[in-house]
């Protein structure tokens, strides 16, 4: 069977971002509904773009069909998914516009924005089955894969992050962003775990790419930068080189959870 790689890009990602490179649109019919992915062309491998906000940007965080997208990987036969997304700082220690690797996540309800559970097997199937986490939602081999192609990029990359789903379409209060920071998360966004945890559910390894874009907590100060779209537009810049380097290099890797089935 002929594996792919692919990438879940934000919403300050465009076809057009990629313009050394030919982006073929792609319809999957799935049970879950139709999903777009983008064949990415000319670069000697088979390897898949997801524009999660869609190409152009129409789709807000609650809006996204995550379980269509994440079928569609399957469809793909995807064995290594990078998800990535520009996220709220809430510690000092992780700094703006720089590369930071996920180590964990949290997401206690486990709920899509619809308030479905977040699962692959919202009725009985014949395959259905428990997510056990042996190592984690984020793949060890697939980080150390992004150590080696990032570090050219970066002197140091912190990967002992943590991220906390907080879902859209609003923004965080100061009081929600402080919560958060006191649960352990280090980072947020409105995107990003229920992706990893469908995906999960597929046994498609994942790693999580992110980039801050501004600090969340109100006692850290944020340093001036314009509107809130040039800070996405920024953080979009620092990843984009990653992504292209994950595209043409990263490598199929095996899933070290499993499906607990009956």
Same mark, same amino acid.
């Given at each position: 069977?002929?594996?792919?790689?692919?990438?879940?890009?934000?919403?300050?990602?465009?076809?057009?971002?990629? *313009?050394?490179?030919?982006?073929?649109?792609?319809?999957?019919?799935?049970?879950?509904?139709?999903?777009?992915?983008?064949?990415?062309? #000319?670069?000697?491998?088979?390897?898949?773009?997801?524009?999660?906000?869609?190409?152009?940007?129409?789709?807000?965080?609650?809006?996204?069909?995550?379980?269509?997208?994440? %079928?569609?990987?399957?469809?793909?036969?995807?064995?290594?998914?990078? /998800?990535?997304?520009?996220? #709220?700082?809430?510690?000092?220690?992780?700094?703006? %516009?720089?590369?930071?690797?996920?180590?964990?996540?949290?997401?206690?309800?486990?709920?899509?924005?619809?308030?479905?559970?977040?699962?692959? %097997?919202?009725?009985?199937?014949?395959?259905?089955?428990?997510?056990?986490?042996?190592?984690?939602?984020?793949?060890?081999? !697939?980080?150390?894969?992004?150590?080696? !192609?990032?570090?050219?990029?970066?002197?140091?990359?912190?990967?002992?992050?943590?991220?906390?789903?907080?879902?859209?379409?609003?923004?965080?209060?100061?009081?929600?962003?402080?919560?958060?920071?006191?649960? #352990?998360?280090? /980072?947020?966004?409105?995107?990003?775990?229920?992706?990893?945890?469908?995906?999960?559910?597929?046994?498609?390894?994942?790693?999580?790419?992110?980039?801050?874009?501004? %600090?969340?907590?109100?006692?850290? *100060?944020?340093?001036?930068?314009?509107?809130?779209?040039?800070?996405?537009?920024?953080?979009?810049?620092? !990843?984009?080189?990653?992504?292209?380097?994950?595209?043409?290099?990263?490598?199929?890797?095996?899933?070290?959870?499993?499906?607990?089935?009956?």
């Amino acid at each position: 069977m002929k594996t792919s790689i692919a990438v879940i890009l934000g919403s300050s990602f465009q076809t057009t971002t990629f *313009r050394e490179w030919d982006l073929e649109e792609v319809l999957f019919e799935t049970p879950f509904g139709a999903a777009v992915l983008h064949r990415v062309l #000319g670069i000697g491998r088979d390897a898949w773009a997801l524009f999660r906000h869609g190409a152009p940007h129409r789709l807000l965080p609650h809006q996204i069909n995550y379980r269509a997208n994440a %079928y569609a990987l399957k469809m793909v036969h995807c064995k290594a998914l990078l /998800v990535t997304s520009s996220v #709220g700082v809430l510690t000092a220690r992780l700094p703006l %516009y720089n590369l930071l690797i996920l180590n964990d996540l949290i997401y206690p309800e486990n709920r899509l924005p619809n308030g479905e559970t977040c699962t692959m %097997y919202p009725n009985p199937t014949a395959d259905h089955g428990h997510l056990v986490l042996n190592e984690g939602l984020f793949s060890a081999a !697939l980080k150390a894969q992004l150590h080696a !192609l990032f570090s050219p990029l970066q002197t140091a990359i912190p990967d002992e992050v943590v991220f906390a789903y907080a879902g859209g379409p609003r923004t965080k209060t100061p009081a929600e962003n402080r919560y958060w920071a006191k649960m #352990g998360a280090e /980072v947020n966004s409105m995107t990003l775990a229920p992706e990893v945890v469908l995906a999960n559910e597929l046994e498609i390894p994942c790693a999580g790419l992110v980039v801050g874009h501004k %600090y969340s907590v109100p006692e850290m *100060r944020n340093p001036e930068k314009g509107s809130i779209q040039d800070t996405l537009v920024a953080a979009r810049e620092r !990843l984009e080189q990653a992504v292209r380097l994950f595209l043409q290099e990263a490598q199929p890797v095996a899933f070290r959870n499993h499906l607990f089935r009956f």
